[in-house]
């Protein structure tokens, strides 16, 4: 699916933002632990933990046909 979010480009928004793992965490209520686990594709993200993440990201969600495209930073 193009446009997914995948774990590299979670990294790469989060590293962008300057935000720590444990920062991204507190903010999108997750565990540090999770966010870890994403980013390294070890962990899948569903349609609500990547609308918090985006939220916490502040970047866009913007739904398609084939599923989740992610807008920004």
Known sequence: MTGMLTGSK???IRSYK????AQLAA???VS???IAEYEL???ELRT???RRLCQAL???VTYT???VEISGP
């Open 10 to 12: 979670l990294r790469m």
């Open 18 to 21: 300057g935000i720590t793992q």
């Open 27 to 29: 903010l999108a209520k």
């Open 32 to 34: 540090a632990s999770a």
């Open 41 to 43: 594709d070890k962990r």
């Open 48 to 50: 609500d933990t990547i």
């Open 58 to 60: 502040g970047v866009a």
């Open 65 to 67: 046909v084939d599923g």
